[in-house]
T-cell receptor
């Protein structure tokens, strides 16, 4: 069973702090990695994609990928209360001869004002 | 439209009834996906359409579930003889390669 694992949280951080969200995956052959944000009652919204080892920055968001250790993380700098949401890690995984996007169960982030 | 459109946004039905959910993908997107998300859970893959290829139905939980897609346009997900455990949000996504873009989902409640 190929899996994507996330800590369910909640992860609680004060406003202005750095929030660090982590995700591990089991398929060593995975090549594409995504972070989605999902507000309560809403659909997932893509915020970051990463394909190569290292860091990728976009505004306050930084995605980090380490294929050797099979983890991908998302850092949110200067966290705001509006960042409070569930963050879903998704990994493109070869299953049954085709690639599927496998989602973790999500980490709930709470940013305290 | 600009995004993935799903209808209805909410559906309440009695146990044993059939339901049909609709997804209108982003124009030009060749791939279309259906997912199920139970309350507080992650996304569960159901079915995937890519162009005119045979769909990947490996995620459908039972033979009560089926889906169709007309070419590269609208898709319908049908659940027959609904059960209470079918209550969930059903999300549709489309893509041209990567990444996937989601619709707002249909919240299905089985009484």
């Amino acid at each position: 069973q190929k899996e994507v694992e996330q800590n369910s949280g909640p992860l609680s951080v004060p406003e202005g702090a750095i929030a660090s969200l982590n995700c591990t995956y089991s398929d060593r052959g995975s090549q594409s990695f995504f972070w989605y944000r999902q507000y309560s009652g809403k659909s997932p919204e893509l915020i970051m994609s990463i394909y190569s080892n290292g860091d990728k920055e976009d505004g306050r968001f930084t995605a980090q990928l380490n294929k050797a250790s099979q983890y991908v993380s998302l850092l949110i700098r200067d966290s705001q209360p509006s960042d409070s949401a569930t963050y879903l890690c998704a990994v493109n995984t070869l299953m049954d001869s085709s690639y599927k996007l496998i989602f973790g169960s999500g980490t709930r982030l709470l940013v305290r004002p | 439209g600009a995004g993935v459109s799903q209808s209805p946004s909410n559906k309440v039905t009695e146990k044993g009834k059939d339901v049909e959910l609709r997804c209108d993908p982003i124009s030009g997107h060749t791939a279309l996906y259906w997912y199920r998300q139970r309350l507080g859970q992650g996304l569960e893959f159901l079915i995937y359409f890519q162009g005119n290829s045979a769909p990947d139905k490996s995620g459908l939980p039972s033979d009560r579930f089926s889906a169709e897609r007309t070419g590269e346009s609208v898709s319908t997900l049908t659940i027959q003889r609904t059960q209470q455990e079918d209550s969930a949000v059903y999300l549709c996504a489309s893509s041209l390669g990567e990444p996937q873009h989601f619709g707002d989902g249909t919240r299905l409640s089985i009484l």
